[in-house]
């Protein structure tokens, strides 16, 4: 499969703009061949903590994304604040909507205390793994790839990360330490999207969108501006990864 990261900024807290901003770098991602695009965490709002920021499950940010996916007849993911029945608080939520209307959803694990998320935002309950095109998909948002924990839980089920986040410029080594180590030590594929540009909190993202393969090697990363990333995954390269290197089963 090939996939495509879309490298963007993020008009705060405006999603009619963000969307005007994004339908075209979609439909560029699917003209180059991309069966699933990725985009920022929270690509419709920026990372804010706003009181009353949320939208209810299958509002305007998932009615983008599936309308884009169904537009194009690709697979298209991104998080966004979302209110589940009966709640109060968001979920950070990666929504991934497919071409035939099906839509999953996964909720951020862990939300980022030092940045006033946990007081803003719901947690999620477990990783979700999903099968797309004979790819064994496992999301997961931002703050989360510091939880190895969470990523080795996934790992029997999983040949391809996906990472979308809000990574700030200051921690960039963090970001790109941390996902080659999540690719190493599960012998899986890491695909990461970050934005770029200063949010409304002032906070400044380098991006580093990067794919990595099963043994850590960089098929495509991006520098600081907008931009799309492609590279093709393959379940077959996962396996045969795991096969000649057994090291999940000492675990």
């Known amino acids: 499969m090939r996939i495509g990261v879309v490298q963007h900024d993020i008009v705060w807290e405006d999603r009619e703009a963000n969307y005007a901003r994004l339908a075209p770098q979609v439909a560029r991602a699917a003209a180059a061949g991309a069966e699933l695009v990725l985009l920022s965490e929270t690509f419709s709002t920026g990372f804010s903590m706003t009181p ?6 299958d509002g305007p940010s998932a009615g983008f994304l599936r309308a884009q996916a169904a537009e194009h007849g690709v697979w298209v993911a991104g998080s966004c604040p979302e209110i589940a029945p009966g709640e109060e608080l968001p979920y950070n939520s990666l929504v991934l909507a497919g071409p035939d209307g099906t839509v999953h959803r ?3 694990l862990h939300p980022f205390t030092h940045g006033g998320e946990a007081e803003r935002y719901l947690g999620g309950d477990a990783p979700v793994s999903l099968e797309i095109g004979g790819l064994r998909i496992t999301p997961f948002i931002c703050y989360d790839l510091r939880f190895a924990d969470a990523f080795w839980s996934a790992a029997e089920t999983t040949d391809v990360y996906l990472v979308t986040a809000n ?3 200051t921690r960039r080594h963090h970001w790109t330490t941390l996902l080659r180590a999540r690719a190493i030590e599960n012998q899986a594929y890491v695909v990461a999207c970050n934005r770029v540009g200063t949010g ?4 400044e993202h380098a991006g580093d969108s990067q794919v990595i393969d099963p043994m850590g090697e960089l098929l495509a990363t991006a520098a600081g501006g907008e931009t799309l990333v492609l590279a093709d995954v393959d379940a077959a390269e996962v396996a045969a990864t795991r096969k000649r ?3 999940l089963a000492d675990r």
């Not at 409304?200 to 906070?203: M, N």
């Open 106 to 108: 996964y909720r951020k």
């Open 52 to 57: 009353g920021i949320g939208e209810p499950e």
């Open 200 to 203: 409304g909190d002032g906070i």
């Open 245 to 247: 290197f057994q090291f």
């Open 167 to 169: 990574w700030p410029a």
